[in-house]
C-alpha cells in the first residue's frame, strides 16, 4: 500500500497521559500535514511540515502539542497532559511541492481516533 | 464567521437522483476548490478539483465553482447506495506561508436504494 499510513488507529487513553501518533506519508511526497476533526466537524489545520521544516502552526496548536518530522520522512505527533477535550480524529495528509508551485492535492490517511477518559 | 460555509445536513434522495451539495467561502484570495468524500471512520478521499471559475466534470460528478459570488457547488448524478457518505468542500491558497486546505462542516448523504 503505497498511502498515507498512520499507527495507531485507535488509541484510549486516561486524562493527563500523554500519547505519540505516527504518520507515514506518500514516499515522494516533501509536505505533510496534521488536521484534527471532532464529530460532524470539518478537518481543522493543526501544522504542516516541508521535509523536517515546521512551517506553520495553528492558534489550535496549544503548548502540548508538538509535532515532530526530524528525516523529512515520517512525522510523530504528540500530545501531553491530554485532556477529554482533545478527543477526536487526528488525520495526516501528504502532497506535493514543486520547485515553482504546490500542489493542492493532499492525500489524507485513515487517521488515529483518540479518546481521553 | 467560518471561512468556507457548508449545510451540513443530513441530504437523504432516492437512488438514482441528482444530488446538489454546496458551499460558501468568504476569502477571494482562494484559488482551488476542492471535494473530498468521506466515509464513516475513514479518512477524506479527494474526489476533484477545479481551480478558478468554471465546471469540471468527472463520471458523474461535476464540480462547479462561481468566484463572483463565492459558491462552491458539487452535483453527482445517477446517484448510488454506494455515494452515502459526507461530503467535504474545501479551500486552498498557493501562496507562501497560507498553504493548507480550509474545509467546511461536511454534509451528510444518504442515498436510498
Known amino acids: 500500500d503505497t498511502g498515507v499510513s498512520q499507527n495507531p488507529r485507535h488509541k484510549i487513553t486516561k486524562r493527563g497521559q500523554n500519547v505519540t501518533f505516527r504518520c507515514d506519508p506518500i514516499?515522494?511526497?516533501?509536505?505533510l500535514y496534521w488536521y484534527r476533526q471532532t464529530l460532524g466537524q470539518g478537518p481543522e489545520f493543526l501544522t504542516y511540515?516541508?521535509?523536517?521544516?515546521?512551517?506553520?502552526k495553528s492558534r489550535l496548536l496549544s503548548d502540548r502539542f508538538s509535532a515532530e518530522r526530524p528525516k523529512g520522512s515520517f512525522s510523530t505527533l504528540e500530545i501531553q497532559r491530554t485532556e477529554q477535550g482533545d478527543s477526536a480524529m487526528y488525520l495526516c495528509?501528504?502532497?506535493?511541492?514543486?520547485?515553482?508551485?504546490?500542489?493542492?492535492?493532499?492525500?489524507f490517511g485513515q487517521g488515529t481516533r483518540l479518546t481521553v477518559v | 464567521q467560518k471561512e468556507v460555509e457548508q449545510d451540513p445536513g443530513p441530504l437523504s434522495v432516492p437512488e438514482g437522483a441528482i444530488v446538489s451539495l454546496n458551499c460558501t467561502y468568504s476569502?477571494?484570495?482562494?484559488?482551488?476548490f476542492m471535494w473530498y468524500r468521506q466515509y464513516s471512520r475513514k479518512g477524506p478521499e479527494l474526489l476533484m478539483y477545479?481551480?478558478?471559475?468554471g465546471n469540471k466534470e468527472d463520471g458523474r460528478f461535476t464540480a462547479q465553482v462561481d468566484k463572483s459570488s463565492k459558491y462552491i457547488s458539487l452535483f453527482i448524478r445517477d446517484s448510488q447506495p454506494s455515494d452515502s457518505a459526507t461530503y467535504l468542500c474545501?479551500?486552498?491558497?498557493?501562496?507562501?506561508?497560507?498553504?493548507?486546505?480550509?474545509f467546511g462542516t461536511g454534509t451528510r448523504l444518504t442515498i436510498i436504494p
Open positions: 495528509a501528504s502532497s506535493l511541492k514543486e520547485i515553482d508551485r504546490v500542489l493542492p492535492e493532499a492525500f
Open positions: 514516499s515522494e511526497h516533501n509536505r
Open positions: 511540515f516541508q521535509n523536517e521544516a515546521q512551517l506553520e
Open positions: 476569502n477571494s484570495a482562494f484559488q482551488y
Open positions: 477545479t481551480y478558478s471559475s
Open positions: 474545501a479551500t486552498f491558497i498557493s501562496n507562501f506561508g497560507n498553504e493548507k486546505l480550509t
